[in-house]
């Protein structure tokens, strides 16, 4: 995700380093058991399906010569290919329904809008990795987010495939839509130059960060958490979590009808006065998602969600989903 410097609100920045550290480590001790059993298990499956020779000692352990296996075939990687080559073979476009019939022509230019931007994200091919780490592991992720480097107005829509070993979510979530999932940590792994044009206002304090010299043993079954002198790379953590707000809603008493506000005062009671009494403003606590964004450990962005909604921008590929 981009953070160009002048979309940060240096409001929304809340707490010091060492508050949003600890934050982050509570969690992570709270859900780091659960997780790792399921990190562990998914990266059996992975090398299942790979078709890993090594398996066979790691399972049953030093066996004597005479009953050792020395070849193993794979006959879970066909079974995968059916599945997920029926998935890309019919797979289709996302497309915008209207509510009411005259929102036709709308919902048809929001659908060609979707399918440019699907074709510049490559979003159907990242949607056909999620399904076949999902269908390999249970689990995968697709992260949306908008890349500002190309369109610094407006930005780009990108899709990432999110594997599962790169997050590291709230082992207690029950609802698909992850609105009850308390949080979510995802790692990537960067150059300096990489980690400096996603945060361009952070670029002199990246350049000075030493790769090679800190690690703090997370995620251990990613592959670039192995060998640290050689990666040369920074990791960049995004910690997502829930939290609320409180946000001022106007009610037209006539017809139940409900608007979010957060404009200013003059044009407030203009509108009131307009409407003749119709409207009355009520103040509520919502529910939100927060981020707080690292790069090798150090504390970047503490805030809102830079997208400006309430939910994560995650929506999760499932295989098999039991509570």
């Not at 074709?119 to 399904?131: H, M, P, R």
């Not at 043993?217 to 707000?245: C, H, I, S, T």
Request: glycine share 6%; aromatic share 14%.
């Amino acid at each position: 995700m981009t953070f160009p410097a002048e979309r940060l609100d240096p409001q929304s920045y809340t707490g010091g380093d060492q508050s949003v550290q600890q934050m982050m480590d509570y969690y992570y001790s709270m859900a780091i058991q659960i997780n790792q059993s399921f990190w562990s298990e998914a990266d059996i499956d992975v090398r299942f399906k790979i078709g890993d020779q090594t398996l066979w000692n790691d399972i049953y352990g030093n066996l004597p010569s005479f009953r050792r296996r020395q070849f193993n075939f794979n006959r879970i990687r066909r079974v995968l290919n059916m599945i997920t080559g029926y998935q890309r073979e019919h797979r289709l476009s996302s497309i915008v329904t209207p509510q009411e019939s005259r929102d036709q022509e709308t919902a048809d230019q929001l659908s060609k809008v979707l399918f440019w931007a699907n074709q510049q994200s490559y979003a159907l091919e990242t949607v056909s990795e999620a399904f076949e780490g999902a269908i390999t592991t249970g689990l995968n992720l697709l992260a949306v987010w908008l890349d500002f480097r190309d369109d610094p107005i407006s930005g780009d829509i990108r899709v990432d495939n999110v594997s599962y070993n790169s997050y590291l979510i709230d082992p207690f979530f029950k609802k698909k839509d992850l609105s009850d999932c308390r949080f979510l940590w995802t790692r990537k792994w960067m150059q300096k130059n990489e980690a400096a044009s996603l945060l361009p206002g952070h670029r002199e304090e990246i350049e000075q960060m030493n790769p090679n010299g800190w690690k703090d043993g997370k995620f251990q079954f990613q592959p670039e958490a192995y060998n640290y002198a050689m990666r040369n790379l920074l990791p960049v953590d995004e910690f997502w979590y829930l939290d609320f707000r409180s946000r001022d809603v106007l009610v037209d008493l006539e017809t139940q009808g409900i608007m979010e506000w957060d404009g200013d005062k003059d044009t407030l009671d203009l509108i009131m006065h307009r409407f003749g009494g119709r409207l009355e403003k009520i103040r509520q606590d919502v529910p939100t998602v927060k981020l707080a964004l690292t790069v090798n450990g150090k504390v970047m962005y503490h805030g809102t969600n830079p997208l400006n909604i309430d939910r994560y921008p995650f929506v999760p590929v499932w295989a098999y989903y039991e509570e």
